[in-house]
């Protein structure tokens, strides 16, 4: 069946690039999505890109998708204590487990 | 500009009772989508409904059904509650059918004693 998978956890210093990646298995969404999840809270839209697309940049967000390898990331750059959080990678309503993102000193 | 709302906030039941969530959806939406997320997990994604109907449906059990009203607003209700439907429920809203880009609420977080 469809599936989306993440990484569960990533961790990285304040300032640097974070990078998160997602597989999906069904090709037929004609949009992925990044959502944003802060503590006892809902999930936010971050970005999201059209599947004909390989690139889409949005001020620090930056999203690539390889179609071939049904392979996606969200590289978040300048990373700051505010982007700690989980971020789920989304093929329509198939949500992946979510990376939680914790940024150090 | 109000954006999806939920109610309520949190909600504590006992097993074998039924619930009721309530959404209200981002104003100019008419799609109305249910999640269940369980601690730890991705949002599972329980059923939609357009124009009154349920469109589509999750691998959930009947015990798990809805409403949308002639103003869009929703309802989920639970009946049988077990302790695993323990979980934040999150509305969505989205303008049209077949449209992906969605709109969350913040969310009921529901606890099964």
């Known amino acids: 069946g469809e599936d989306v998978e993440q990484s569960l956890f990533l961790s990285v210093r304040e300032g640097d690039s974070s990078v998160i990646n997602c597989t999906y298995t069904?090709?037929?969404?004609?949009?992925l999505y990044w959502y944003k999840q802060e503590p006892g809270a809902g999930l936010q839209l971050l970005t999201y890109?059209?599947?004909?697309?390989d690139m889409k940049q949005d001020q620090r967000l930056t999203v690539l998708l390889n179609k071939k390898d049904k392979h996606l990331s969200l590289r978040i750059a300048d990373t700051q204590t505010g982007d700690s959080a989980i971020y789920f990678c989304?093929?329509?309503?198939?949500f992946g487990k979510g990376t939680r993102l914790h940024i150090l000193p | 500009d109000a954006g999806v709302t939920q109610s309520p906030t949190h909600l504590i039941k006992t097993r074998g009772q039924q619930v009721t969530l309530r959404c209200s959806p981002k104003?100019?939406?008419?799609?109305v989508s249910w999640y269940q997320q369980a601690l730890g997990q991705g949002p599972q994604f329980i059923f939609q409904?357009?124009?009154?109907?349920?469109?589509q449906r999750g691998n959930f059990p009947d015990r798990f059904s809805g409403h949308q009203f002639p103003n869009y607003s929703s309802e989920l209700n639970v009946n049988a509650l077990l302790l695993g439907d323990s979980a934040l429920y999150l509305c969505?809203?989205?303008?049209?059918?077949?449209?992906?880009?969605?709109?969350f609420g913040p969310g009921t977080r529901l606890t099964v004693l």
């Open positions: 409904y357009y124009e009154e109907e349920e469109r």
């Open positions: 989304a093929e329509s309503i198939i």
């Open positions: 890109i059209f599947s004909n697309m």
């Open positions: 069904d090709s037929s969404s004609t949009y």
């Open positions: 104003s100019g939406h008419d799609t």
């Open positions: 969505a809203s989205s303008a049209g059918y077949l449209q992906d880009e969605q709109f």
